[in-house]
């Protein structure tokens, strides 16, 4: 029989209403496996990782889910994994696991946007989409997908969209669509490669995340090498500008040997070097690495993933070019 292993890290699919506070994860495995209704043809499996909000995940805590659902995935007795998560910040461990996920072994996100004690909850319902495309002989080598609310997405490109939706996600590829007991697989998405996390994970790796908006003060980038950054992400404005002082910033930056991502604030398309006068054509020749049509918080993953394994700023350069 087909056997598909659940892990779960928390998130609203393992919350519920708190008295006096807000929601809060609480819930293991093994309650959230109760809820969900059984699937005669699948055995079903579950572990604990972590149980807590995603909002509160740091990059170690990110490297543990991903490194285990690797792990997980190696194994020849599963034949696919599921990772019950928060949706606040799925794209991004969604995305570090597809990183370093070298297998054909199904990898499925999900989670919910209602906490399990909501009358309407849709933790259980996705819950079991999941497993069922984690199930599915076709869903291998696709890499790591996000199955939520009827749709199986992309880790990559995936970013939440809407905070209530029962959809919360948009942008990245839709790799199928809910068709009776499964997904109708209809495209593959986009994998340039896999990295691995040397044994120290993401501990003591930082990369922080600077915005540009109209009188942004450009210090915030020198602030962030200050404080210890290994590489800093510069979300610019369109196709990756910025105002008055940034491009000399990243020039002090690189200087210095400290890498700047340039991504962009905008929604979707790639970040281009078409604008003089500060903007995105001085900020790349002043050293910084184009994310190409990462968002800024997967430009951010990768970077963090690129960085601890290859801090050498030429050979940051090239790993990040070759993955993003
Ligand atoms: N819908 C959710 O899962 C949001 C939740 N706050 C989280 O852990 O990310």
Known sequence: MTRVH?????GTIASRSGEGSGATAGDAAEAILAGMDATADVEITGEDVMTV??????????????????ERAADPGIDG???????????????????????????????????????????????????????????????VLIAFDGALLSARGTRKGHT???????????VGTTH??????????????????????LDGTRVDLVTAHPGADPAALT???DRGADVVVLAGTGL????????????????????VVLATRTLAGPVLGVYGDGGGADILAAGAVPAGEL??????????????????????????????
């Open 6 to 10: 659940v892990l779960a890290t928390g």
């Open 53 to 70: 909000g995603s909002y509160r995940l740091g990059l170690p805590e990110l490297a543990t889910i991903a490194r285990t659902a690797r």
């Open 81 to 143: 994994v599921v990772v019950t998560h928060g949706t606040d910040t799925m794209e991004e461990t969604a995305f570090l696991a597809d990183l370093l996920n070298g297998t054909d072994t199904p990898v499925v996100f999900t989670g919910a946007q209602r906490a399990a004690d909501h009358p309407d909850t849709d933790g259980p319902r996705n819950l079991r989409q999941a497993v069922l495309a984690a199930a599915q002989p076709d869903a291998r080598g696709l890499g």
């Open 164 to 174: 209530m939706a029962s959809q919360p996600f948009t942008g990245g590829t839709l």
């Open 180 to 201: 009776g007991d499964g997904f109708h697989l209809h495209a593959r998405p986009h994998r340039p490669g896999t990295l691995d996390l040397p044994d120290s994970g």
């Open 223 to 225: 602030w962030a090498a």
């Open 240 to 259: 990756g500008n910025a105002g008055p002082g940034h491009a000399e910033a990243v020039a002090e930056l690189a200087d210095r040997g400290v890498p």
């Open 295 to 324: 968002t800024p918080f997967q430009a951010r993953i990768l970077a963090a993933t690129v960085a601890a394994s290859h801090p050498d700023p030429p050979e940051f350069r090239a790993q990040f070019e070759r993955l993003r």
